[in-house]
């Protein structure tokens, strides 16, 4: 990527320079970094790495530490190309090492209990912790693996305790979390904060770095400050070209801002030809939606529920296929279905809410009132779950409460569709 280099420098310059002009990600570069792309030196190293570990294992004599290494590095490929068949390969090598060993080794099952937060199998992720903790744990390791299967699993309470117990001025795992539980609160600046912070600690670890600039990228769009979001995302492309969420990120930013639809539709085709996972599917799909082309969006929307519907992915992708099948793809019992599965998995005010909104979506009001009454009233929401709350109170009559959620909603308007955006300023005006 070194070739690349002066040209994210002078994008470096646009951004600085033209606060006042409306157009945030520059066509020139990313013509550049699409034309001039090669494979990122991390995932030459991460293909070394599973050559060389994977060499080494004996089937005859198994062992821990080849093992364990070429599994974190199937994991990592996982992270780098989006293909799940990497990580359920990774999860058999360890659940091999975890019965070699009898069971009395705690690494391999806090390594399962991490992919399983990754796949959305969050009561797994608290049985495999649990296991690990039985055989022993470091305090550290214990706390902070905690708080991430808690935090999935809407347990808030003890989140804060373990905030309280890990705090530290010098940890990067510390500030990345805070910050996840700051966005929660809906404290978005202590979030973007705390982000920036984890960002600073990341030291040499460019996955580190990377993770918690894409992470503020991401809340500065929640913020509404766009310019800030491509700085940080160009910043870890800079790093390496291999951070296919952050170019996704500048897809979205042309899209909401910059009304580039052309534009935002290279850039998730290109991720779309570099990822085996289906989300820059989803992402075409919002473009066709904001440009009207209903029979397009149909297609993508089509597609992306094929791939993402897979039993592979287990429910990674359900917040975005009960957004289609209470949208384009017209079939809200099967978004039904699919929330009330997502609330076995975590129970958590966002879920009640898809859950909610597929009951209304589908002509059970009453049910789906009753729901939010219970679970979802006066709980903080994000932008998606505004909107849903919005609509459906909007549907009711209850015009107060829809301006309220329509008002929240807006504040988040960049987290949303094009089409959503025009809705609720349509619904805003009256």
């Known amino acids: 990527m070194k070739k690349l280099t002066p040209v994210i420098a002078t994008l470096f ?32 190293f991460n293909k070394d790495e ?16 080849n093992e364990t290494k070429y599994a974190g590095a199937l ?20 659940y091999k090492v975890d019965s070699d060993f009898n069971h009395k080794e705690a690494a391999p099952l806090v390594s399962l209990a991490s992919h399983a937060i990754t796949q959305h199998q969050f009561k797994k992720a608290d ?76 030291g040499e670890s460019i996955p580190l770095k990377q993770a918690a600039l894409s992470n503020a990228a991401d809340l500065y769009i929640h913020s509404g400050k766009l310019q ?23 897809g979205w930013i042309a899209l909401v801002h910059d009304k580039n639809d052309s534009l935002a539709t290279k850039i998730f085709e290109f991720v779309h030809s570099k990822s085996r996972a289906p989300d820059p599917l989803f992402k075409l799909s ?33 917040k975005y296929l009960i957004e289609l099948y209470t949208g384009i793809l017209k079939d809200p019992a099967k978004a039904e279905f699919i929330s009330k599965k997502e609330l076995t998995s975590r129970a958590t005010p966002q879920t009640y809410a898809w859950y909610v909104w597929s009951l209304f979506s589908n002509d059970k009001k009453e049910q789906a009132y009753s729901y939010y009454e219970k679970f979802v009233s006066g709980k903080p929401l994000e932008g998606l779950e505004l909107y849903y709350m919005g609509k459906m109170m909007q549907a009711l009559k209850k015009g107060y409460n829809a301006q309220q959620f329509f008002k929240a909603a807006f504040d988040n308007k ?13 619904a805003l005006k009256e």
Request: hydrophobic content about 40%; proline content about 2%; some cysteine.
């Open 13 to 44: 310059i646009f951004i600085s320079c033209n606060h006042d002009k409306k157009i945030i990600v520059d066509h020139g570069f990313i013509d550049s970094l699409i034309g001039n792309y090669t494979e990122p030196a991390a995932i030459k």
């Open 50 to 65: 599973i050559e060389f570990w994977g060499k080494r294992i004996n089937p005859a004599n198994p062992g821990f530490v």
């Open 75 to 94: 994991a990592a490929r996982f992270h780098l190309k989006g293909d799940i068949k990497d990580i359920k390969l990774a999860d058999s090598v360890l």
């Open 127 to 202: 049985t495999l912790l649990e296991m690990a903790k039985k055989i022993g744990l470091k305090k550290y390791e214990s706390i902070a693996t905690s708080f991430d299967v808690d935090f999935e699993l809407g347990r808030y309470d003890l989140c804060a305790n373990q905030l309280r117990t890990i705090r530290s001025s010098n940890d990067y795992g510390y500030f990345f979390r805070k910050s996840k539980f700051e966005h929660y609160k809906g404290n978005l600046d202590s979030s973007i904060k705390a982000m920036l912070t984890a960002s600073d600690l990341a």
């Open 228 to 250: 800030k979001a491509a700085e940080l995302y160009m910043e870890s492309i800079h790093l390496s070209a291999s951070d296919l969420h952050s170019i996704t990120g500048l």
């Open 286 to 318: 919002q473009v066709a939606e904001a440009t009207g082309d209903s029979s397009l969006q149909l297609k993508y929307a089509k597609d992306f529920a094929t791939r993402s519907a897979d039993s592979a992915y287990g429910n990674m992708y359900n």
């Open 414 to 426: 960049y987290d949303l569709s094009p089409s959503k955006v025009r809705d609720l300023e349509a």
